[in-house]
């Protein structure tokens, strides 16, 4: 049972608390812009060890427009990282950070998250609490404990007939996939173009992804929500987590696996980005037998041991404290090709696979030899993205079928699982559809580039 624990000072005018690396929350006096009552709570939701990271709410006793947090770390902390702020700064132990604009306003009683942030060293313990520089007491604010939440009720069962009322939870078993019952399986499927560049929703759209069910026959669809572009989730990020949301949802209704792809060339730079968006979306969604995790689509010429690594234990250790069990596949360096310099030296944990991206005009037999050494080293691989096209995703039209063919049959022979680069309009050769396709499905009518030869290899 995944559950997060939380303590709460009283509410006074002027009061303190001394804050450690549960939650807690303590009370701001009042001044010009907090009004007595308002409470701050700060929530540290994931300590693995080296660094954690921690939520910050406020409640607003009188309505709030604009706000200013600041405290002491009892203890040294270094390399803090804040999101939806317009400000943070830390001082030897001291930090402060201001509201990012769109998240000042507070109303009268409401409760608001507004900010979180990573900090690597210390324990989470903070002191001298202060809320538009009024300070909030010496500690004497009284402790009760509220009950420790559950995690959400399972879902209804998967429809009868569907690939995840057939297989349920997934789990490595050894450089393999096996589902509930022990037998190793592939899962077929295709990825969504980057969200915020898709001509039209269809990523989201629960008829669509039926249709593709029972028409196209996939067992598994990965949104790839693209992280780094102008308009994407850095810029937007409760937007883009909202779309990712509603194809979570759709999968579970459809009885599909679903990956959710933080799609990004320079994840590691968005570590505490990736962290926060990783721990919430596994607090509230960990316990679906669905879910696959993806934390890095395609590092570009990275150290494996110095840059990766580092990212994706910082990224699994967040999924794990909401999440013992699903699937996490890690992506490798050089948009993911260099799998075997990851079977060197591999992320500790368990149900960890890794990604192995091709192109089949670019990538040929030196790549599955690459591929087949980290096999041979325990590695368990997922092809999270490929096309019959050349690395660019197809922009000249070309598709390369004889040798696409070949990873296919390699693909089949180890059983490895994969999705298809994408489901979206346009000229690219990677792209399934053609100008007009429906957004519901019904897209027989309208396949495009790689799109015949992908559907015949899906089951």
């Not at 009885?255 to 933080?262: C, M």
């Not at 670019?362 to 325990?378: C, L, P, V, Y």
């Amino acid at each position: 049972m995944k559950t997060r624990r939380r303590r709460t000072a009283a509410i006074l005018a002027a009061v303190t608390a001394a804050l450690s690396a549960s939650a807690l929350t303590v009370a701001a006096a009042q001044n010009a812009s907090a009004a007595a009552g308002c409470d701050v709570e700060y929530d540290v939701v994931n300590d693995w060890g080296t660094g954690f990271q921690a939520n910050v709410s406020i409640t607003a006793g009188e309505a709030l427009d604009g706000w200013t947090v600041e405290w002491d770390f009892t203890d040294a902390v270094s390399g803090i990282s804040a999101w939806n702020v317009s400000s943070q700064s830390l001082s030897g132990r001291h930090f402060t950070a201001s509201d990012a604009g769109w998240n000042g306003a507070i109303a009268a009683g409401q409760t608001r998250e507004v900010f979180g942030f990573t900090a690597s060293g210390g324990s989470g313990e903070i002191s001298n609490v202060k809320v538009d520089g009024v300070a909030c007491g010496d500690g004497s604010g009284e402790q009760t404990t509220e009950p420790e939440p559950t995690d959400p009720e399972p879902t209804d069962p998967a429809p009868a007939g569907t690939p995840v009322e057939e297989h349920g939870e997934l789990h490595v078993c050894g450089a393999g996939m096996c589902d509930e019952s022990g037998a190793q399986i592939q899962l077929r499927g295709v990825s969504s173009m980057w969200l915020h560049w898709q001509t039209q929703p269809y990523a989201q759209n629960l008829q669509a992804l039926e249709w593709m069910r029972d028409n196209w026959n996939i067992e598994v669809f990965r949104v790839a929500m693209g992280v780094e572009p102008e308009g994407a989730y850095l810029d937007d990020p409760q937007g883009w987590k909202t779309e990712v949301e509603k194809v979570i949802q759709n999968a579970a209704e459809a009885g599909v696996y679903v990956i959710v792809d933080f799609h990004a060339h320079q994840a590691h730079q968005h570590q505490a980005e990736a962290v926060a968006f990783f721990a919430d979306l596994a607090d509230r969604y960990g316990h679906l037998p669905n879910i696959i995790w993806e934390p890095y689509n395609e590092p570009e010429q990275v150290s494996w041991t110095g840059t990766v690594k580092p990212y994706h234990e910082a990224v699994v250790a967040a999924i794990r404290a909401q999440d013992p069990d699903n699937l996490i596949v890690l992506g490798t360096p050089t948009w993911s090709q260099d799998v075997d310099v990851a079977a060197q030296n591999p992320v500790s944990g368990t149900n960890l696979m890794y990604t192995l991206h091709f192109y089949s005009c670019t990538h040929a037999q030196w790549n599955r030899d690459k591929a087949d050494a980290a096999i041979d080293a325990g590695l368990a691989l997922f092809v999270t993205e490929w096309g019959a096209s050349a690395a660019d995703g197809g922009l000249d039209g070309r598709v390369c079928l004889d040798e696409a063919q070949r990873w296919v049959d390699w693909m089949s022979a180890n059983k490895i699982s994969w999705t298809a680069w994408k489901l979206d309009v346009g000229p690219d050769s990677t792209n399934l559809l053609s100008s007009g396709a429906p957004l519901t499905g019904g897209w027989d009518g309208y396949l495009h580039g790689h799109a015949p030869f992908v559907i015949a290899n899906l089951p």
